[in-house]
Structure formats: structure tokens, C-alpha cells
């Protein structure tokens, strides 16, 4: 369960920003929260980001995906020679202006709280820590900085196992949390799986590829067939019925080998897949209907059934699903119906949060005011971030679709004189 997520010094966001789904004690609606004993008002299941283009929103979830990359592959998959990607406000790397990315999440593992973080300098890791939370007080697992006069290495006497020999074998391009778990390390491992296995990012889809699923993709398995069913019936886009179909790839593969060299052929088979190729076929109409396959359904069909494959995997299994543009493509009520997947108890039983950005406006009123997320740039192109439930002039359940509108909070571009605009050009 994600607490908090803060960055520093990362692309447009030069001084700190905190994206937060911890509650307030408003009494907004909708009024579901998830329960959890290190808040006192609960956690929010949904955080929505709004700005204007060229705001910072994407920016903040580049961060989060970086720092998820970072966790998962610095140790096990990077070039040990690869200096760390930074990407620092203004791209100054050099000089008395640089300063060091920052970025540091606060986040439940099996009911307990954990503070994780580290600092990217000049492509190297220069601080790292994890911090563990007994009754509201802070309990130091391990440091890192490189700039200590003895050693860059502190560890808590709760830290338990190999501790040195995992330090010794943490490059300054790789992070101690990503070797810890390469080596199997009990405690540090639950913090490694709990960032990168429970934040799932929306996967890559070639909507012009074929097939538009790969044979592992959630949406092909049979537990989630039904829901998947019943959820693009109440999208009102035509499907009926959905049927997949099992074809044998052996033969096709066959034929393709067949077509190297008899030294290389056996090679090749080595290499390619062997498991069963799985094939949708959605059925619209009724008694008499058709089917079709997703690569020839409409656009707006395919990016609905990609963002249900996913949000369906979430609900049922739990974690945080980041999804950048929500709304693309994508009826506003249908982004409205996705979004209410996720703020009810009766559908959302295990706790399963939802990150998005969005321009979409009908969305302000589906969420409570601190779940609605600000982004400004100034004209220096620095970004900043705030909660809806900042603005004390905001009151409880009032119509943030139409404070929103007129441009009481930030989020909201100032429009210039297109025309005028237009005119002066041809001029």
C-alpha cells in the first residue's frame, strides 16, 4: 500500500513535491477509504493528477517509474560501467547550481511502515536508506552516503544477515536494496517485491501490432473472463460475448525452421516460444451475432479492453495501477465508470489504489477534494504540486467540476487569443 511518493530535482519539479493518498479528515464523498493503523484518517484508494499541457504530470509519473526501474534492475541488469540516468531540473549537472535528484516513498508491507529512499549525483548513487516505523517511531535499517568520512555504510542492529558482503557488492551505479534481494535477504526482499511487484504501470500496447494480446496477457485467463464480460456489456460498445480460441504453433514453427540451415535450425527452436497460441474473439450481436478479434475493433474498444485487463488484474490482486492520460480515447463516462471500480467497497475488497493524470473535468466529481491533485508550472518552468483539499476556500462536497471550471484552483491553462494569434502570423 503506497503512503507517499516525493521527489526532488527531477525534470520540471526543482523543489520538493509530495504526492500523497494519505486521507484528510474531510467528509467528502465518496466516503471509502482503506483502512490502515499508520494513518489516522485512512488511505485514499484513487489520486487523480490535473494540469494544463506541459504541466509536470507526466513528469511525476515518470519519476515513480523510474524509481521503480531503479529498484528492479540497477543491480541484477544494468552494465556495471552504466552511469545512472539523472535527470536533474533544468538539466544542470555541473557547477555550484547542481544538486543532487532526490526521490523517497513511504509505503505498507504486511502492515508495517517503511520509508525508502536514495539521491542520484552525477550518475551514481550517492545516498541511499530504509527506515522501519515501530509505534510512530523511526527505526533505522540502513544508511548510505557516500560523501561519510569513514565508512558510506550504517546499519541499524535490526538489520539482520549478510550486511557487508551485500555492501560490498553494491556498485555505485546499483542500489543496496536491489542487491539485497539478488541475494535473497528476508527482510529487504519484502521492501524490493512490495515496490516492484505491487506499483503496476499500464503495459505497452501496439494497437496496429497483431495479435493485440500476447498469449500472457491477464485478459486471455479464465478467472478474469467474466468480469471482463460483464464490464464491457455495462460499456455499451457492442460485445456480447467473448470466446478464445487455442491454436497449436507447432506446425507454423516447423514451418519456419525448416527454412535455416540444418546447423542452425535446432538452434533456433531453442528460442522460440512453445507455448499455445491463445486468440480473442469478441461476439456482438445476439442469436445470429458476429465475432471479431480486438485488431478490428474500433480504437476507443482496444484502449478499453487494454485498461480493463489491467484495472481487472489490480482489483483482483491488489497494489497501486498508474495510469498516464486516462482519458484517452476513452468516453468520459466510461472514465468516470472505471475510476468508481476503485472507490467502493463492494469492488475494490482488497485495497487496490489508482494513480492517473487526466484533463478530464467529469472526473472532479467522482473524487473527494484530497484526492484531486494540482500541477502548475511557473514561467520559469518549475512545478509544483497541491491538493484540492488545500484550498481552505474549497468547502466539503462542493462541485469541484465547477471550481475546476472557473479556475478557483490551479490545474487550469491560461488560454491566449488564438485568433489574434493566428492573424498577427499572417500578418
Known sequence: MLLQFRIKNHRSFRELAELSFVSTNRKDEPAFRIECAHTEHGVLPVVGIWGANASGKSNLIHALHFFRSAVQNSHARWEPTRPVSWWPWGLVTTGPDAHPTTMEIDLVVESVRFTYGFEIYQGEFVREHLFRWERARRQVLFTRDVAAKESPWHFGPSLKGQRARIAEAT??????????AQENHPLLTSVYEAIVRGVHFERPYDLRGFPLFQPNAHILEESFRQSLLELLRAADVGISGIRVETHDPSPALDAAVSMFRPEFAEEVRKKMPNEDGRFLLFVHGDVDGWELPPEDESRGTQILLARLSDIVATLKTGGLLVLDEIDSSLHPDLCVALVKLFTSAETNPRGAQLLFTTHDRDLLTTLRTDE????????????????????????????????????????????????????????
Open 171 to 180: 556498485r555505485s551505479n546499483s542500489l543496496y536494496l536491489a542487491a539485497a
Open 372 to 427: 484531486v491533485l494540482l500541477v502548475d508550472k511557473n514561467r520559469n518552468g518549475v512545478s509544483s504540486l497541491a491538493a484540492a483539499s488545500d484550498y481552505r476556500e474549497v468547502r466539503s462536497r462542493e462541485n469541484l467540476r465547477d471550481v475546476h471550471e472557473q479556475g478557483r484552483i490551479r490545474g487550469v491553462p491560461v488560454l491566449g487569443d488564438f485568433a489574434q494569434a493566428l492573424n498577427q502570423r499572417e500578418a
